[in-house]
């Protein structure tokens, strides 16, 4: 299993936090793997063989081989079919809102093919070149090429929203929304408003999946399994806030998390 992450030219850092490659054998022992929320926005393109999402129980869809995945707010599961190739580009909450012109709530807990977003001959002539690429450096020219000319065309995101969710990420998600605001209160439905379009969550939701990261954090790197001691670090009100926090987005309680096989992808992607 080969995990690369690369970083983006200083035109696009305020709005991509990487672009990242993953390579698994085909012989690799491939099961279902669960994916936790994690705050962002990605744009994969799957360059192997397909990858299943499993919908409920046994049902699934095929994922979309060029999509985005908006902002999810539950667990969901994949299993690869075979061998593994994906090149993706990690946004920031608020960075991918600036290339398209469709709200973000649209895209929420779902795969959207991008011929959708950019039209299908955009799209196509993408697709392509992502697939034609010799290496990772040429298809992070290509995709950086792609997302200026588009950044060209749009108008940037909301200054309030921006400022609410650089709060949320230097408090690690502990931040309330009033305190944000400040003398600015009269401003808390256009707040909501604006977010729910530009990030596809409300800003308590995202909140509460920031604050969950540094929990998974603090757990994957193992300075502490007390969780007690995770829950007050991560600024929960107490353990029981903590682990109803992380049953709900993860689906399994902290215990189970550690060691779990269902787990790998989420522990390489947010370690």
Known sequence: MNYQTFQPNADLESFVSCYWTLEVPAEF????????????????FILGDDIKRYTSGDEFIIQPRAMVLGQTIEPFFIEPTGYVNTFAIRFYPYGFANFVAMPLKDLAN????IERLFGEKTAKELELKIIGATDSNERIEIIETFLLDKLNE????NNIVKRTIDTLLATNGSASIITILKEDLSKRRQLERNFIKQIGVSPKQLGKVIRLQTALKILLNRKTENLTDIAYESEYFDQA?????????TGINPKEFLGNENMVLSTLFYQ
């Open 29 to 44: 022992d491939s099961q279902r793997q669960r994916i936790i929320p994690d705050g962002t926005v990605e744009m994969a």
């Open 241 to 249: 806030h903590f682990t109803k926090d992380f049953k709900e987005f």
């Open 110 to 113: 779902k795969e959207t093919p």
């Open 154 to 157: 749009k108008s940037t995101i």
